[in-house]
């Protein structure tokens, strides 16, 4: 069928939506989906099918009404290269990275002209859902779709309860680079250090703690991709380095100076 | 009466315990001992008394079984020579700073050669405790005080939920610099870069959200006296600067290199 031709009916219970690229990330999504789509998933080395997916050739995977690519950032362009010879005329591709401008382009640069693409973002992985995904945040960037499939989709996403968020790619990546980007890059930091758990550990710690296991979760590959394909990562970290520098200047560096007394001023912390 | 004199009673009902400094962790902690302990409160400025608790003199408030100094780091020295002549014998001085081995010498070098001195530091404040003081962490550490004396306060504290850990004060400086101290030099760090609330924020997000949003609303005095009385936060500054620029070298700064290929990982992230 043609997507969005019985908008009344919403989406047609036997949706079918393939996914390509079963690793951490791609095989919670695709489970996630099975709950209200038929799902199809394709990875090309051998991996254990999701639970409640069926395993599928690459073919069977383009035959689907949308194809969600999976995969690093990086290697989008070769995936949507692999996969456009089986795209169906109706099929909708879509991406799930956590950059957006240069998979847009990528998959522009490499689907069929006809095929109608969305670029979207799921704003939360196996750590920070695993309770479900119901109510975070998705970002959808149409990039090459009628407003018709658009909307449609959409509002698939929104009925599986996520706060389906609309922007451009670009307003995407800016956004996405100081607050995912500079989270992931502060976890590594933070791995980098070794720190640990410990008894007088403040809640505050506690959360650091949090960040930095949550990030080191992911694959490495996701760190570098996030760091280096996102356009605005570099100003994010060159703003970290200036206000560390600045706040390190501020305290002469590792010096003992007294700071001015205050007597009235309280002093244990959070 | 003189502490400990029946340890099998535990502590006395009619328990009074002085403060001195009702600034923001001041005046909570004289309200949540107030609930198991009559308590007087002095601040050397005009400052509404803390709910539950008397205002007094300097001088009442240095009769007191235990009084409990709860100003800025810098300045436990000048309030141990300023509450040194009420000192009545029995009393047992302590202090609640972030940092422990600069306060307790102060306390040494001030206070009369027969007082008894503990040092502690409740690793919490009206933000992370504000829905109760138990269960979170409490350093203890006896600086000048008979095992008699330590084994009843100890007790005390323990008996209010609160997770008492006796450590020595350099044992509590070296372990608070790489948690509570690293947490608070981030979460100036962040609020020097201006981050703000997002609609695409990730659970990681608002953790460092939440990390920023706490630290800065203690005093900037307990962030400078942290960084520079405590000796271990030097160190800490430097590993975090180190960490830091290696991850930028890895990275080639700001530049966009695309990373290996690698179409089986998958990629969106926490």
């Known amino acids: 069928m043609s997507l969005g031709e019985n908008p009344s009916e919403g989406y047609p219970v036997a949706m079918r939506i393939g996914i390509v690229g079963t690793g951490r990330f791609g095989s919670f999504w695709a489970t996630s989906l099975s709950k209200h789509a038929t799902v199809l998933t394709f ?17 069977e995977v383009g035959s689907c009404d949308a ?6 950032i990086s290697a989008i362009g070769e995936a949507t290269r692999e996969l456009a010879p089986h795209l169906t005329d109706d099929a909708v591709l879509m991406d799930t990275c956590s950059v957006k401008v240069d998979p847009a382009r990528a998959m522009v640069a490499h689907a069929p002209p006809h095929t109608e693409i969305i670029a979207t973002h799921p704003m939360f992985g196996p750590d920070s859902a695993g309770a479900g995904i119901s109510g975070h945040p998705f970002v959808f960037s149409p990039v090459r779709a009628s407003e018709r499939t658009s909307s449609h989709w959409q509002l698939f996403f929104a009925e599986l309860g996520l706060d389906v968020i609309r922007m451009t790619p670009d307003e995407h990546d800016r956004e996405a680079a100081f607050t995912q980007g500079i989270t ?54 060159e703003r970290l380095q200036t206000s560390l520098g600045r706040l390190m200047e501020l305290l002469g560096g590792s010096t003992t100076d007294r700071g001015p007394s205050a007597v009235d001023s309280s002093e244990s912390g959070s």
Chains 1, 2 share one sequence.
């Open 43 to 59: 990875n090309r080395s051998d991996r254990p099918t999701p639970e409640g997916c069926n395993a599928a050739s690459l073919s």
């Open 67 to 72: 194809i969600m690519l999976c995969v690093a």
């Open 184 to 237: 992931h890059f502060l976890g590594r930091v933070l791995a980098d250090m070794d720190l640990h758990p410990s008894p007088i550990a403040t809640v505050g710690y506690q959360k650091l703690l949090e960040v930095m296991q949550q990030t080191c979760n992911d694959p490495f590959q996701l760190f570098v991709d996030l760091q280096q394909l996102n356009e605005h990562t570099g100003e994010m970290r």
